[in-house]
């Protein structure tokens, strides 16, 4: 059966494969897609994406000391447990560098992750954590070091001659580790736990990638350019709930298998386009699963309950293949989804030349973009202290998300801030962490709702309180802020900033939510501000509008560093907490209201009566190119309908409809909308085990 023509008039039947699908489309790129790629670029290197050389040479110079290092670390563990003097010669550790780094997309002041393969009789827990980590701490070059061995990947981090490094270890099932070790091999897993496999798998899967991509210079630039866009758009964090490096490069990657002739400027519309249609929990694949006679757990819906779960499945492409993305929740993906029909828009407009790149990196204007805030601050006794505990809120920081989810039953939208901030006025090491917090659109018929998520913050302080190496002064407190009553450090001059005019807005992202979001740059203005007048004003014998939830341990810091801690809209209490975030009017409220009229709790705490009014509209997208995903046999995975309505309606949504393959795991399918009209079906089926494709192309 025919197949849709390219450019060159040849089919695409004959066209080379890449991933688990044929190509979207073989064109190559047009005079003004070359244009348009030039101007990318030199917009890149005036961003300072790109690394100098002296930099790059400083890294070299940095993983070969580390790797002198882990060799002499093994030997004297060699020794030290009696081993035979050719042992002791043989003995080795090799280094080994992953993501962004050994994908080639690492930009200036970027961290270098690094692994270190040593032989069976050199542990983890002890031998790393313990013997390496002491040995680092005596070492000059070496500052900041963090160990965090309870990590779902165990990794030490520390600055060595200011380059910082993410150090993993794997320790494989040979006396001898050769120095030309091909890690790739299947043979590397015989004979290890889970948590070594998933430190391996951050070079495998490096090497795969790098393998399954078309034109491996078009998905460097490329993904440098995503991973830019994801840090000033707020969504570059896997420990919060988005996605981090490896994710990122896994989208870019499939991206370039559907476009193999598209050079970056073409990528990156083309992500965009690609990933608003995208049908998720539908999985990301690079290539088919493998299994093997191993015994690892494998990505698998069907096996695996908590595959089930996960809401945007992003497969990496070396055994044992997994979910990489298995952080995100429902709202972290609704934040995706929202940034992804941004950028889409503004790509569009770009290709009309209506638009310049440099607006698809404005920085998102996350404390503009609603009216109610979680603001989570941590202290502690020192610097180093308030290292290892910020690492440990943070890590725990998306649990707060998903209780919130789960105990407002979804109504409550959370859209959690990846970046720290802190708080230079205070003599005491402190940082913070921030969410945004909305009503759901259309849950509910009700203009004014109150959440209560005192429970829910007890819970979430609870298990902060289980950190096991908690020291005397580690200390955090959760408050409910709003946006008037943001702390000016977390404003880039130290100040707030004024509402920026409609024009302003319009610069920043013309056709984005940002002006829909933002109070001053949407067509509802007027609007916006005159329910803002008409807000329940809180009576003046409440001076205080925050309400805080504090540890049930007492401040463990000096009397002084109390003292410079508290005061203004800051002060921090550390009575029994609660927090109440209202969409409701308080004063018809009788459960919120006492009998004397004020706000009250059980133990008559001053609660915040605040609107959740800020909402996100979505317009449907018009695109000359239509993508959808489906799922076929593998019902279990439609987790469902949240993920379906986190966005706006996708024009054409009847484009895909579901398969009927008999033996089948798992199918998907993809029919695009052509620039010239043509629509063409593209329908693949993974077979259990044999890993083969069946295709079946329609030219309609």
Same mark, same amino acid.
């Given at each position: 059966?025919?197949?849709?023509?390219?450019?060159?008039?040849?089919?695409?039947?004959?066209?080379?494969?890449?991933?688990?699908?044929?190509?979207?489309?073989?064109?190559?790129?047009?005079? #003004?897609?070359?244009?348009?790629?030039?101007?990318?670029? =030199?917009?890149?290197?005036?961003?300072?994406?790109?690394?100098?050389?002296?930099?790059?040479?400083?890294?070299?110079?940095?993983?070969?000391?580390?790797?002198?290092?882990?060799?002499?670390?093994?030997?004297?563990?060699?020794?030290?447990?009696?081993?035979?003097?050719?042992?002791?010669?043989?003995?080795?550790?090799?280094?080994?560098?992953?993501?962004?780094?050994?994908?080639?997309?690492?930009?200036?002041? #970027?961290?270098?992750?690094?692994? *270190?393969?040593?032989?069976?009789?050199?542990?983890?827990?002890?031998?790393?954590?313990?013997?390496?980590?002491?040995?680092?701490?005596?070492?000059?070059?070496?500052?900041?070091?963090?160990?965090?061995?309870?990590?779902?990947?165990?990794?030490?981090?520390?600055?060595?001659?200011? /380059?910082?490094?993410?150090?993993?270890?794997?320790?494989?099932?040979?006396?001898?580790?050769?120095?030309?070790?091909?890690?790739?091999?299947?043979?590397?897993?015989?004979?290890?736990?889970?948590?070594?496999?998933?430190?391996?798998?951050?070079?495998?899967?490096?090497?795969?990638?790098?393998?399954?991509?078309?034109?491996?210079?078009?998905?460097?630039?490329?993904?440098?350019?995503?991973?830019?866009?994801?840090?000033?758009? &707020?969504?570059?964090?896997?420990?919060?709930?988005?996605?981090?490096?490896?994710?990122?490069?896994?989208?870019?990657? =499939?991206?370039?298998?559907?476009?193999?002739? #598209?050079?970056?400027?073409?990528?990156?519309? =083309?992500?965009?386009?690609?990933?608003?249609?995208?049908?998720?929990?539908?999985?990301?694949?690079?290539?088919?699963?493998?299994?093997?006679?191993?015994?690892?757990?494998?990505?698998?819906?069907?096996?695996?309950?908590?595959?089930?779960?996960?809401?945007?499945?992003? /497969?990496?492409?070396?055994?044992?293949?997994?979910?990489?993305?298995?952080?995100?929740? /429902?709202?972290?993906?609704?934040?995706?989804?929202?940034?992804?029909?941004?950028?889409?828009?503004?790509?569009?407009?770009?290709?009309?030349?209506?638009?310049?790149?440099?607006?698809?990196?404005?920085?998102?204007?996350?404390?503009? #973009?609603?009216?109610?805030?979680?603001?989570?601050?941590?202290?502690?006794?020192?610097?180093?202290?308030?290292?290892?505990?910020? %690492?440990?809120?943070?890590?725990?920081?998306?649990?707060?998300?998903?209780?919130?989810?789960?105990?407002?039953? &979804?109504?409550?939208?959370?859209?959690?801030?990846?970046?720290?901030?802190?708080?230079?006025?205070?003599?005491?090491?402190?940082?913070?962490?921030?969410?945004?917090?909305?009503?759901?659109?259309?849950?509910?018929?009700?203009?004014?709702?109150?959440?209560?998520? !005192?429970?829910?913050?007890?819970?979430?302080?609870?298990? /902060?309180?289980?950190?096991?190496?908690?020291?005397? %002064?580690?200390?955090?407190?959760?408050?409910?802020?709003?946006?008037?009553?943001?702390?000016?450090?977390?404003?880039?001059?130290?100040?707030?900033?004024?509402?920026?005019? =409609?024009?302003?807005?319009?610069?920043?992202?013309?056709? *984005?939510?940002?002006?829909?979001?933002?109070?001053?740059?949407?067509?509802?203005?007027?609007?916006?501000?005159?329910?803002?007048?008409?807000?329940?004003?809180?009576?003046?014998?409440?001076?205080?509008?925050?309400?805080?939830?504090?540890?049930?341990?007492?401040?463990?810091?000096?009397?002084?560093?109390?003292?410079?801690?508290?005061?203004?809209?800051?002060?921090?209490?550390?009575?029994?907490?609660?927090?109440?975030?209202?969409? %409701?009017?308080?004063?018809?409220?009788?459960?919120? !209201?006492?009998?004397?009229?004020?706000?009250?709790?059980?133990?008559?705490?001053?609660?915040?009566?605040?609107?959740?009014?800020?909402?996100?509209?979505?317009?449907?997208?018009?695109?000359?190119?239509?993508?959808?995903?489906?799922?076929?046999?593998?019902?279990?995975?439609?987790? %469902?309908?949240?993920?379906?309505?986190?966005?706006?309606?996708?024009?054409?949504?009847?484009?895909?409809?579901?398969?009927?393959?008999?033996?089948?795991?798992?199918?998907?399918?993809?029919?695009?909308?052509?620039?010239?009209?043509?629509?063409?079906?593209?329908?693949?089926?993974?077979?259990?085990?044999?890993?083969? *494709?069946?295709?079946?192309?329609?030219?309609?």
């Amino acid at each position: 059966m025919l197949g849709p023509e390219t450019p060159n008039g040849s089919s695409t039947l004959n066209v080379k494969k890449y991933g688990i699908t044929k190509p979207i489309s073989v064109a190559e790129p047009t005079d #003004a897609d070359s244009q348009r790629n030039l101007e990318l670029e =030199r917009f890149l290197v005036a961003s300072g994406l790109y690394a100098s050389e002296e930099e790059d040479a400083k890294r070299k110079d940095v993983i070969g000391q580390l790797d002198q290092i882990v060799k002499a670390w093994v030997k004297h563990l060699t020794r030290k447990r009696g081993y035979t003097d050719q042992m002791l010669e043989d003995a080795n550790a090799v280094i080994f560098t992953f993501g962004s780094y050994r994908l080639g997309a690492h930009g200036p002041g #970027a961290d270098v992750d690094a692994l *270190c393969v040593g032989p069976s009789y050199v542990n983890r827990e002890e031998d790393f954590f313990i013997v390496l980590h002491d040995k680092l701490a005596e070492m000059e070059e070496v500052t900041e070091l963090q160990p965090i061995p309870d990590a779902h990947v165990p990794v030490m981090k520390f600055k060595f001659q200011g /380059i910082s490094i993410d150090l993993l270890y794997a320790s494989i099932s040979l006396l001898v580790v050769p120095e030309d070790i091909d890690i790739s091999d299947m043979s590397v897993l015989y004979n290890v736990d889970e948590q070594t496999v998933r430190s391996l798998n951050g070079c495998r899967v490096a090497d795969q990638i790098l393998k399954h991509v078309p034109n491996v210079e078009h998905f460097r630039t490329t993904l440098r350019c995503m991973k830019f866009w994801a840090k000033r758009r &707020g969504v570059y964090s896997n420990v919060t709930g988005y996605l981090g490096g490896v994710n990122w490069a896994l989208l870019v990657a =499939r991206v370039c298998q559907f476009y193999p002739n #598209a050079i970056p400027s073409m990528l990156v519309s =083309r992500f965009f386009r690609v990933y608003t249609q995208w049908r998720w929990p539908n999985p990301v694949m690079l290539c088919p699963i493998e299994e093997d006679e191993l015994g690892f757990l494998v990505w698998d819906p069907r096996k695996n309950p908590r595959d089930r779960s996960h809401h945007m499945p992003i /497969i990496t492409p070396a055994y044992p293949c997994m979910n990489s993305s298995y952080n995100v929740s /429902i709202s972290t993906l609704r934040v995706m989804m929202e940034q992804f029909q941004c950028g889409n828009r503004i790509c569009e407009e770009i290709e009309l030349n209506k638009a310049q790149w440099s607006v698809l990196f404005e920085p998102y204007l996350f404390f503009e #973009a609603y009216k109610n805030y979680l603001q989570v601050d941590m202290v502690a006794a020192d610097a180093d202290d308030l290292l290892a505990w910020k %690492g440990w809120v943070e890590s725990r920081f998306r649990q707060l998300t998903l209780k919130i989810e789960r105990d407002t039953d &979804g109504m409550l939208q959370c859209h959690p801030n990846p970046n720290e901030y802190v708080d230079s006025s205070k003599q005491c090491p402190n940082s913070a962490f921030f969410m945004g917090l909305r009503k759901k659109e259309g849950g509910s018929g009700q203009e004014r709702q109150q959440f209560d998520i !005192r429970g829910t913050v007890d819970e979430f302080r609870e298990e /902060i309180s289980m950190y096991m190496f908690w020291k005397p %002064g580690m200390d955090i407190y959760v408050s409910h802020v709003r946006r008037k009553q943001l702390p000016n450090f977390v404003f880039p001059d130290g100040h707030k900033r004024s509402r920026p005019s =409609r024009h302003l807005n319009e610069q920043a992202g013309k056709g *984005c939510e940002d002006d829909k979001m933002s109070p001053s740059g949407s067509s509802g203005k007027h609007r916006k501000r005159k329910s803002e007048h008409e807000m329940v004003e809180v009576k003046p014998d409440k001076t205080e509008k925050r309400a805080y939830i504090c540890p049930q341990r007492k401040l463990t810091t000096s009397p002084e560093t109390s003292a410079n801690w508290s005061g203004g809209t800051s002060q921090i209490s550390v009575t029994a907490g609660v927090c109440y975030v209202t969409t %409701g009017d308080a004063n018809n409220n009788p459960e919120a !209201r006492s009998s004397s009229g004020h706000l009250a709790s059980e133990k008559d705490i001053k609660v915040a009566d605040v609107p959740l009014g800020e909402t996100v509209d979505h317009e449907s997208i018009t695109l000359n190119e239509q993508i959808s995903m489906h799922m076929c046999n593998l019902p279990v995975v439609r987790n %469902g309908s949240e993920s379906a309505k986190l966005v706006g309606p996708i024009s054409k949504p009847e484009l895909c409809s579901p398969c009927e393959v008999p033996n089948i795991e798992i199918a998907e399918t993809c029919k695009i909308e052509l620039n010239d009209d043509e629509i063409v079906d593209l329908g693949f089926w993974l077979h259990g085990g044999c890993g083969d *494709c069946i295709f079946q192309e329609t030219a309609k």
